[in-house]
């Protein structure tokens, strides 16, 4: 069965700290696939990143970068030099290769940067 | 940009009453889906569809719940008959074809069952 744990449930940083939101995941699976959402206080969810099993390439863009480790079933979340924009619940998600898979999501992690 | 539209926003109904949450998935996708968020909770797999027939469904999805793409564009999910713990935030969601990976959510709909 396919597990995403995020075990922090809340995080306060203050304004241009860097911040890692982490995330570990549980699947039988060789091929799957790992994606990070945001929601902010409106509620909508946010794409952020999808990464494959097959590239373990860390992947950075502007201000976020993402540090995929299949030996660890990590895929963790930096942001680097946070805002208070940044502020919202963080969450992780898997999915299955193959066909329309549905997501499996963490708890969500909630990220407040304080100005 | 083409995005996943939903309507109503907000939906408030009594208990036993039924409700069709409504969404418009991107145009040319052809994967869709709906999950739930429990108020503070993480989001949950309700149902996918695909080519007109349901997918896979979660245990969550049980008959009071169905699913619906009556014309080209629309895809709805019912509630037949709500209870309170249906309260949450609905999400649609759409997917281009098999190959691609990304699930695009539509802002949601807040269902409060009084």
């Not at chain 2, 080519?51 to 895809?75: L, M």
């Amino acid at each position: 069965a396919q597990k995403v744990t995020q075990a922090q449930t809340e995080i306060s940083v203050v304004e241009k700290e860097d911040v890692t939101l982490d995330c570990v995941y549980e699947t039988r699976d060789t091929t799957y696939y790992l994606f990070w959402y945001k929601q902010p206080p409106s509620g909508e969810l946010v794409f952020l990143i999808r990464r494959n099993s097959f590239d373990e390439q860390n992947e950075i863009s502007g201000r976020y970068s993402w540090n995929f480790q299949k030996s660890t079933s990590s895929f963790n979340f930096t942001i680097t030099a946070s805002q208070v924009v940044d502020s919202a619940v963080y969450f992780c998600a898997l999915s299955e290769a193959g066909g329309n898979t549905p997501l499996v999501f963490g708890k969500g992690t909630r990220l407040s940067v304080i100005a | 940009e083409p995005e996943v539209t939903q309507t109503p926003s907000h939906q408030v109904t009594q208990m036993g009453q039924e409700v069709i949450l409504r969404c418009v998935p991107i145009s040319n996708h052809l994967y869709f889906y709906w999950y739930r968020q429990i108020l503070g909770q993480k989001v949950e797999f309700l149902v996918s569809f695909y080519n007109n027939e349901i997918s896979e469904k979660s245990e969550i999805f049980d008959d009071q719940f169905s699913v619906e793409r009556p014309d080209g564009s629309n895809f709805t999910l019912k509630i037949r008959s709500t209870k309170l713990e249906d309260s949450a935030m609905y999400f649609c969601a759409s997917s281009l074809d098999r190959s691609s990976k990304e699930q695009y959510f539509g802002p949601g709909t807040r269902l409060t069952v009084t």
